[in-house]
């Protein structure tokens, strides 16, 4: 008897150390994304939003990151990797995923974002309003946001009208992007990050359109004349696994959310002009042009372009996007 009282005591020690140190141990949350180790959104987004979620939750929540240069760096493989559960968050490109989300690529037509702010917030209101319907239905969508307008630079031609861009090869972000180009004659060329300078390199492409914010090495070595016409937007989501988010104890959700949503869609909104900065200003070096169109020139480029939006539009209502037309009205009314 002494000796059963013995080692129930002594195993009744052993649990109350044990008990208290595996409850102490952090939830661990996976969160990837494709830009490098240096990368903006690892520096401005990745390690500081980590950061404050593992301070919010008292270090009840440790974030691992995955860049770029990890096996979950994949550029097309964000949302998929998210949605099996080998990721806990990423953040991910739409135009990188192919047929996902569609009706979030409406705001990736031509003209209508002026700047990464007001875009992203209205992106966020489509999605909050039930405009996009059920395409994030599958994840616990924490935001969206779109970067500052792209614009259209070239190596050796300077791009001032439409016509300008006849038989011009350049590389593209998305299928969005490609539809406007090819219709006004232009060769597009869907190409990742990955993959855009060593097609300049090669010989492949004359030219790139994307935003001042870009990350591509040696952008400003091969790109001379830059064409400044609001050409369009990419979409960009930070989403989460559903079911591993409903797990969560609920001041772990409630910290997530806090850090998420309105509040993440206006940080990176704001963001962009910072992220913008550095490529901007080298733009303004020796051998560089940046190409304002005035009111007329840039009248032509919306009529040129008018015909493949309504087909674009057309293309997402027979998708069933039934409100595609009206949803792009309230967008280029909003934006004005």
Do not use: C
């Amino acid at each position: 008897m002494r000796f059963a009282v013995t080692t129930w005591l002594v195993l009744s020690a052993i649990a109350s150390v044990v008990a208290p140190a595996a409850a102490q141990q952090p939830v661990v949350l996976k969160l990837s994304h494709f830009l490098g180790p240096t990368s903006f959104f690892e520096v401005d987004f990745a390690q500081p939003w980590a950061k404050e979620l593992e301070t919010k939750t008292g270090g009840k929540v440790k974030v691992e990151i995955y860049n770029g240069a990890s096996p979950f760096g994949e550029v097309t493989k964000q949302a998929t990797q998210v949605k099996d559960g080998t990721i806990d968050i990423a953040l991910g490109l739409r135009g990188a995923e192919g047929d996902r989300f569609p009706r979030s690529s409406i705001i990736e037509l031509p003209f209508v974002v002026h700047d990464a702010q007001s875009g992203s917030r209205a992106l966020w209101q489509l999605y909050r309003s039930g405009v996009l319907g059920g395409e994030y239905q599958d994840y616990k969508l924490l935001a969206l946001f779109v970067h500052n307008p792209g614009l259209i630079h070239t190596a050796t031609k300077r791009i001032v009208a439409p016509a300008d861009l006849k038989g011009v090869r350049l590389r593209a972000p998305n299928r969005t992007v490609a539809v406007a180009l090819e219709s006004i004659g232009a060769v597009p060329a869907i190409l990742q990050v990955n993959d855009v300078m060593p097609a300049v390199k090669e010989g492949r492409i004359d030219g790139i359109v994307t935003n001042w914010g870009n990350p591509l090495p040696g952008f400003n070595d091969a790109m001379k004349f830059h064409t400044d016409i609001a050409f369009y937007t990419s979409v960009f989501f930070v989403v989460m696994n559903k079911a591993r988010f409903e797990a969560l104890p609920a001041d772990i959700r409630a910290a997530i959310d806090e850090l998420s949503n309105e509040t993440l869609v206006t940080r990176f909104g704001l963001l962009w002009n910072k992220w913008d900065k550095p490529v901007r200003d080298g733009a303004a070096g020796p051998g560089h042009e940046v190409i304002v169109p005035d009111a007329a020139v840039l009248a032509q480029w919306r009529e040129a372009l008018r015909p493949a939006t309504d087909r674009y539009l057309d293309g997402l209502v027979a998708a069933g996007f039934t409100d595609a037309h009206a949803a792009y009205g309230g967008l280029v009314g909003g934006s004005k």
